[in-house]
């Protein structure tokens, strides 16, 4: 009787983890690097170092007006007006083994640059400020996105709806303030 149990359990618990993760998604070679998943396989996204770009308006004396005018403006810059990961679906499926297994709606960002194709580069309006204290800050749209646990320790992350365009995932550097911003970029055709 406790054999036939035993088995029982030992059938049930196997076959409710054959259901649990039926799909066979191949894992990524290195942490904190997201790939596309495809029917091909993994593809590796571009990434590039982010170079933050201040522009700054010194303060204007406007005699009409009687008041000072200035501020200052920020954008993240990438090199080139388009990635050279191009996609033709408006829904995406990444793998990711993360450093530390946390919420990655805390640390990861989805944005959308605007190609800027007389300067060949890529922007993202970081914030503004202006001397009377106004300010604006990330005001672009993020990307939703959900995702899931895959095989303990990887994520599964897939974005619904997408239109074209250029896009970067960031990951928030919260140990070293000081590090380079790096960025992982696709476009969507």
Do not use: C, H
Not at 20 to 39: A, C, G, K, R, W
Not at 125 to 138: R, Y
Not at 151 to 164: M, P, V
Request: net charge positive.
């Amino acid at each position: 009787m406790k054999k036939a149990i035993f088995i029982t359990a030992l059938f049930f618990s196997i076959s409710l983890n054959s259901f649990s993760q039926d799909e066979n998604i191949p894992l990524p070679d290195f942490v904190n690097s997201l790939y596309l998943i495809t029917n091909d396989g993994l593809v590796k996204l571009e990434k590039q170092e982010s170079k933050v770009n201040y522009k700054v308006k010194a303060a204007t004396y406007i005699p009409y007006a009687n008041f000072f005018a200035g501020g200052v403006k920020g954008n993240l810059i990438i090199k080139s007006a388009k990635s050279t990961v191009r996609l033709n679906s408006n829904k995406l499926r990444f793998i990711l083994q993360p450093e530390v297994m946390e919420d990655p709606s805390t640390y990861i960002k989805i944005i959308t640059f605007k190609s800027n194709t007389k300067k060949n580069q890529r922007e993202f309006f970081t914030g503004s400020a202006n001397i009377w204290g106004d300010e604006k800050i990330n005001e672009l749209e993020k990307i939703p996105f959900t995702f899931k646990k895959y095989k303990d320790k990887y994520l599964l992350i897939e974005i619904n709806s997408i239109s074209r365009g250029e896009y970067g995932i960031m990951f928030n550097v919260k140990d070293n303030l000081n590090a380079e911003l790096i960025i992982q970029l696709f476009g969507i055709d």
